[in-house]
């Protein structure tokens, strides 16, 4: 009797027993990589622009208008307490940046599911908010103002939601 026959209790092992024991392992490999595959692609791409080169090619463009808004020293500091999702915006200067139109694209950085863009309504001061039911987790917002003056400044900020 060998080792196989007395794990299984069997008193022959067969071709049929064999078969079965291949059919179990392959079985198991193949479930596990069809299940892996289709969480792969159900859920986000990993891809962050669509045409790597042609991006490349605006590269100097978005570099010159990166400088630009990093001369202006605008900051934004934000807040997500009881349902309410808010931004202090200030300048160079620590002044409040009053008058401006603020969007807020809100979403967890590796899948697109819960993503929503907002439009936030000034408060007080430098305060814009919006109400924005964010579960707890990790979260990523793309901010995009336009300044009194016409004047556009784009932010990304990571924030955590705690439970």
Do not use: C
């Amino acid at each position: 009797m060998t080792t196989i026959e007395r794990v299984l209790g069997l008193k022959q092992f067969t071709g049929w027993h064999m078969l079965g024991v291949l059919v179990l392992f392959f079985g198991t490999i193949i479930g596990v990589n069809l299940t892996m595959a289709y969480f792969a692609t159900s859920s986000w791409t990993g891809l962050v622009v669509k045409n790597s080169y042609v991006e490349s090619q605006r590269f100097n463009t978005v570099t010159a208008e990166k400088r630009r808004q990093a001369e202006l020293g605008w900051s934004a500091d934000l807040t997500h307490e009881k349902g309410v999702f808010a931004v202090d915006l200030t300048d160079k200067d620590g002044n409040y940046i009053r008058d401006a139109i603020v969007l807020a694209k809100i979403g967890h950085p590796v899948q697109e599911r819960d993503d929503q863009t907002v439009t936030l309504n000034a408060e007080r001061g430098g305060r814009y908010a919006a109400d924005v039911d964010l579960r707890p987790g990790l979260w990523d917002v793309d901010l995009t103002v336009t300044g009194p003056k016409g004047e556009i400044w784009t932010h990304s900020i990571r924030f955590l939601v705690k439970g």
